[in-house]
């Protein structure tokens, strides 16, 4: 499995962009699909999620500004970013999991793409 990270890129704060990451390879049909971001000198923290069947959570900081989406036919979740301050500046990873079971014991897939960097400037 691997994941494509894309859509990144400078933007001044108060402006938007879209990210995407395309899962190919042996994608399950259930899965959770994640945006993390991880700033300079900070460790990565989660920024949203969504399962299969749409349920969504995002980390305080970013809710109201942020949606995340996802298009199971294409295997692409998306983040829509709008009012972007320059506490966003971050490199923006996609991670998937997916898992299957076997005598009864779950197996979890755990996939990472690489960064895409957002720098907001102020």
């Known amino acids: 499995v691997q994941l494509q990270a894309s859509g990144g890129g400078l933007v001044q704060a108060g402006g938007s962009l879209r990210l995407s990451c395309a899962a190919s390879?042996?994608?399950?049909?259930?899965?959770?699909m994640y945006w993390y971001r991880q700033a300079p000198g900070k460790e990565r923290e989660l920024v949203a999620g969504?399962?299969?069947?749409?349920?969504?959570n995002y980390a305080d900081s970013v809710k109201g500004r942020f949606a995340i989406s996802r298009d199971n036919a294409k295997n692409t979740v998306y983040l829509q970013m709008s009012s972007l301050r320059p506490g966003d500046t971050a490199a923006y990873y996609c991670?998937?999991?997916?898992?299957?079971?076997?005598?009864?014991?779950?197996?979890?897939?755990?996939?990472w793409g690489q960064g895409t960097l957002v720098t907001v400037s102020s």
């Open positions: 991670r998937l999991v997916q898992w299957d079971y076997s005598d009864n014991e779950r197996y979890n897939y755990e996939y």
């Open positions: 390879g042996d994608i399950f049909s259930i899965n959770d």
């Open positions: 969504i399962d299969s069947g749409g349920s969504i």
